[in-house]
C-alpha cells in the first residue's frame, strides 16, 4: 500500500514540475532546495553534516601543475559523464566503447594526467543565475549517478581552465581577476611548438590573438564534429608522425578527454582544452548571459573564422573525414 502511495506521488509531481511549462519556477526552487544541503556544507565545512563532496583544486592550481610540471589534462563534465550512462548527448549517439574508454581514463592514476572535474558540487554563489540554475537542475538528478564513477578520496583538477569568464558573475573585479589569469593562461604555450586537434567547426585561436606566444602552430582538423570517437582508431594514429616534444592541445568533447589520456601514456604533453577560443571572445568583448541567449545555439560559432582563411588552411597538417 505504501509502495502504491509513493508510485501516485512521484507520479503527481511529475505532472507539477515536468510537464506544465507555467510551473517552471516551481521546478527551479526544487532543484534549489534538493541542491541547498551540498552548498552550505560546502561554505561552512562543517564535519557533522552527511554530505560528500568531491575534492577540486582550483583553476590557479591547476593551470601550476600544467605549466610547472607539465602535466596534460583529461576533463570531465556533464557531457562525459552523460556517455559513461550511455546516454545520447548533441555531438555524439550513445557508445559502449566511449563509455568504456572515459571510465579507465577517471579510474587512471598517470602521474602526469591531471583528471579535471566541475567546480560545480557544492556552492554556486560565484555563477551567475543561469549557471546557477544549470548545475542545480543537473546535480538534482544526475549528482547519484555522477558519484558512482567518482573516487571521493582522490583529489582532482579543475574542468573549468577554460571557463573562467561568462559563467561567472559579473563585476569590475571579476574581470580584473580574469585580465590576471589569461596572461597565466597563455603561459601553458609560451614559446612551444602546438599542435591543435579539433573539429573543422572549432578553427581555435583564428579570430583573437589568444594563441599569438605560441612558436608555431599546427592543426589536426575532424570533419564532421559528430561521433567523433567512431573513427578513434585514425584519430589516435595521425599523431604517429608528430614530435613528442610538441604541445598537443584538444577541442572535441568526450574524444579529446580519451585523447589527451592516450596521448600522455605516449609521452606528449596534451591538454583537453575545449572551447576555449570562444570563451577568450566572451572576456575581450564582455559579453553578457542576454547577448548569449538571444543567439541561441548560434553562440558557439559566433566567433568562427571564415573556413577558407589561408593562413588557416596552411595550418592544417592533417584532415580525418
Not at 556544507?41 to 601550476?64: A, C, M
Not at 598517470?110 to 537542475?137: A, M, Q, V
Request: proline share 3%.
Amino acid at each position: 500500500m505504501l509502495k502504491k502511495i509513493e508510485q501516485e506521488f512521484n507520479r503527481f509531481k511529475k505532472k507539477i514540475f515536468h510537464y506544465d511549462p507555467k510551473d517552471k519556477q516551481l521546478e527551479e526552487i526544487r532543484y534549489e532546495l534538493e541542491n541547498v544541503p551540498y552548498e552550505i556544507y560546502d561554505k561552512t565545512i562543517n564535519d557533522g553534516f552527511s554530505v560528500q563532496l568531491p575534492k577540486i583544486k582550483s583553476k590557479e592550481e591547476t593551470l601550476d601543475r600544467i605549466i610547472n610540471d607539465h602535466c596534460s589534462l583529461s576533463r570531465f563534465g556533464d557531457g562525459e559523464f552523460a556517455c559513461m550512462n550511455l546516454s545520447r548527448i548533441s555531438y555524439h549517439d550513445p557508445s559502449e566503447d566511449l563509455a568504456e574508454r572515459l571510465k579507465e581514463v577517471l579510474s587512471s592514476d598517470l602521474s602526469n594526467l591531471l583528471i579535471g572535474l566541475p567546480d560545480c558540487f557544492g556552492s554556486l554563489d560565484c555563477y551567475e543565475p543561469h549557471t546557477r540554475k544549470f548545475w542545480r537542475k543537473y546535480m538534482s538528478k544526475k549528482r547519484q549517478m555522477t558519484y558512482s564513477f567518482l573516487d571521493m578520496n582522490r583529489v582532482y583538477y579543475n574542468a573549468f581552465i577554460n571557463r573562467y569568464y561568462f559563467n561567472f558573475n559579473k563585476s569590475d573585479e571579476h574581470y580584473q581577476r580574469c585580465c590576471t589569469y589569461v596572461q597565466r593562461l597563455k603561459e601553458i604555450w609560451k614559446n612551444r611548438d602546438v599542435v591543435l586537434f579539433e573539429s573543422q567547426e572549432v578553427r581555435l585561436g583564428m579570430t583573437n590573438d589568444l594563441l599569438d606566444g605560441a612558436k608555431s602552430i599546427s592543426r589536426i582538423v575532424f570533419c564532421p564534429a559528430k561521433n567523433a570517437f567512431d573513427k578513434y582508431d585514425q584519430i589516435l594514429s595521425s599523431f604517429d608522425e608528430v614530435d613528442s616534444d610538441v604541445l598537443i592541445l584538444a577541442a572535441l568533447g568526450p574524444t579529446a578527454t580519451v585523447l589527451a589520456y592516450d596521448l600522455c601514456k605516449k609521452g606528449f604533453q596534451a591538454v583537453d582544452i575545449g572551447q576555449i577560443s570562444e570563451e577568450y571572445e566572451c572576456f575581450l568583448r564582455k559579453e553578457t548571459s542576454v547577448e548569449r541567449k538571444r543567439l541561441g545555439r548560434k553562440s558557439q560559432m559566433k566567433y568562427a573564422s571564415n573556413p577558407d582563411d589561408p593562413e588557416y588552411k596552411k595550418q592544417i597538417i592533417r584532415k580525418i573525414v
